[in-house]
């Protein structure tokens, strides 16, 4: 009987079972490598008219005096039907970066997760920080990749990607076509159905009543409420703010601190006072 002992058995046992391969911190790339398929569209043509997919609406980014405010409705519908109105559309990446949704959620999480597991996988394997620029091309491959399923019109994702760099002290905000291409708003970015109801009244608020960048937090969480507001009286695809169910929006604000979700109570505080009643 051959003997599993000895100098070679143990060489070999040390072995991996993959290649040797340096990444360089590329999480998408040792994904490849182990034989997952990144892409999010499906393989083949799919008759639209069989299903509606479930989708988003809108989302919303705004920076003001301290960071950046990233805000979205909660509901989630399939055509004309309203299936979940507790839908989270502002999804923390890391410590320093949100992805704000729109379009189908279920590619979006996806998204999200690689996102998520990509910075973290960078982080562990270079000891340091993905880059903002290494963050905003991962994005954007996964976008690119998922174009196949958006141009069939039953799978397209239009994120915000917003961050805040601590090197600089300053927040950004992005938005993206569908094939990925980035873009960088100095001011507000919008993203959804109800984006068109609202993108006028922002540049209106921005650039003849008062800039969006020396708002105080408060003055900049009334200007998102409003704006998700007049989106949910337009759009029958955003819930806007529904005290009777309990559906509110989601804000979440980017600073040098960190990130911090804005509690329920203030925000039906600020709801209450500035925006279901206004003194004329």
């Known amino acids: 009987m051959r003997s599993h002992s000895g100098p070679e058995f143990l ?8 290649p040797r391969t340096d990444f360089q911190g590329d999480f998408l790339a040792l994904l490849r490598d182990r ?20 989708e988003s609406t809108t989302v919303l980014a705004v920076r003001y005096d ?6 979205g409705d ?22 320093h970066s949100v992805l704000a949704i729109s379009g189908s959620p279920a590619l979006a999480y996806e998204m999200a997760r690689i996102l998520e597991y990509s910075f973290r996988y960078y982080r562990r394997s270079q000891l340091q920080e993905l880059s903002l620029e ?11 990749e998922n174009l196949q399923w958006a141009l069939q019109g039953i799978g397209a994702v239009l ?16 938005f993206y076509d569908l094939l990925g291409t980035q873009f960088e708003s100095a001011e507000f970015a919008v993203a959804g ?31 998102a409420l409003r704006m998700l507001q007049a989106a949910a009286h337009y759009d029958a695809a955003t819930s806007g703010i529904r ?15 960190g990130i911090e979700t804005l509690d329920e109570s203030l925000l039906r505080r600020i709801y209450q006072e500035f925006v279901e009643t206004v003194d004329v």
Request: overall charge neutral.
């Open 66 to 71: 301290a960071g950046v405010l990233v805000a």
């Open 134 to 144: 290494g963050k905003l091309r991962t994005l954007s491959r996964l976008i690119r």
């Open 74 to 95: 909660r509901r989630a519908t399939s055509g004309t039907t309203v299936m979940y109105d507790r839908a989270d559309k502002v999804l923390e990446i890391d410590e």
């Open 243 to 257: 005290e009777e169910t309990g559906a509110l929006p989601v804000v979440k604000f980017l600073t040098q601190e």
């Open 159 to 174: 994120p915000i990607f917003a961050a805040y760099d601590p090197a600089t002290e300053r927040g950004h905000i992005y």
């Open 35 to 54: 034989g997952y398929s990144l892409t999010l569209g499906p393989s083949g043509p799919v008759e639209k008219s069989l299903w509606q997919p479930v």
């Open 11 to 18: 060489e070999k046992l040390a072995e991996p079972s993959w």
């Open 193 to 223: 159905s109800g984006s068109v109801w609202i993108r006028g009244a922002l540049y209106y608020q921005n650039r003849w009543l008062k800039r969006l960048e020396t708002m105080s937090r408060d003055e900049a969480t009334t200007i």
